[in-house]
């Protein structure tokens, strides 16, 4: 499945999600339905209903800009009723996770912890775990290169439990990481999570602790 793909299904899921709450949806908008002030801009959806309006665009991670992101949110909720919503959509895990490709920088992973933290301040809760979850996964795999290096390329539920049962995770932050990694994989798939919805702006210190023991 490709990223259009993973695109394609995540602004059918919001579509059917807004329909069923009594919105009107219009999934890429024609010029008619998109407000005088967005003209020039091409949202993948709009939801309205009496009492609320959404501007929605679906995003693949590694394309996502935090700060064009807030920009923009900014500028759409000064026109009220009218807020903006983003969604993040990343490629599925591959059943081998890839042997060539080099592990995040340590730039990298502070972007990703940021944004995340940013999505978290806007209660977009799924966008921010997808971009949490990356950062978590490249400091778990950087520990993992130091304490079993031979585990470095495992799947990512493997490597949590190998850092957990070396001692390199403590109890309460397996827990906590297990219910991330499950929350960002029902999303990452296209499924919707059973467990409530994890509290990233509570994890980013500890996600920033984390990245300084890797």
């Known amino acids: 499945m490709t ?22 949806v219009q999934i890429h908008p024609d010029r008619a339905h998109i407000p005088p002030f967005l003209i020039g801009f091409s949202p993948d959806m709009i939801a309205v209903s009496p009492e609320d309006k959404v ?5 693949s991670a590694r394309d996502f800009d935090a700060e064009q992101v807030q920009k923009l949110a900014e500028f759409i909720e ?26 995040a920088t340590d730039d990298q992973i502070t972007r990703l912890i940021t944004n995340a933290e940013l999505l978290a301040a806007q209660n977009q809760v799924e966008a921010a775990a997808l971009l949490a979850w990356s950062a978590v996964e490249a400091i ?50 296209g499924f919707s999570p059973k467990a409530g919805a994890p509290d990233v ?3 980013i210190t500890d996600i920033r602790r984390l990245q300084n023991a890797a």
């Open 55 to 59: 501007v929605i665009q679906v995003k």
């Open 140 to 189: 778990l795999r950087r520990l993992t290169r130091v304490a079993a290096p031979e585990l470095e390329r495992q799947s990512s539920a493997r490597v949590l439990k190998n850092l957990y049962a070396l001692g390199r995770v403590q109890p309460d932050m397996y827990e906590t990481l297990s219910q991330l990694m499950a929350f960002r994989n029902a999303v990452a798939h």
């Open 78 to 103: 000064k026109q009220q009723p009218w807020r903006y919503e983003v969604a993040l959509v990343n490629l599925p895990a591959a059943p081998d996770v890839p042997a060539a490709e080099d592990l």
């Open 3 to 24: 990223i259009a793909d993973l695109e394609t299904s995540r602004i059918e899921t919001l579509a059917n999600e807004y329909r069923a709450k009594g919105y009107d």
């Open 201 to 203: 702006l509570a994890l």
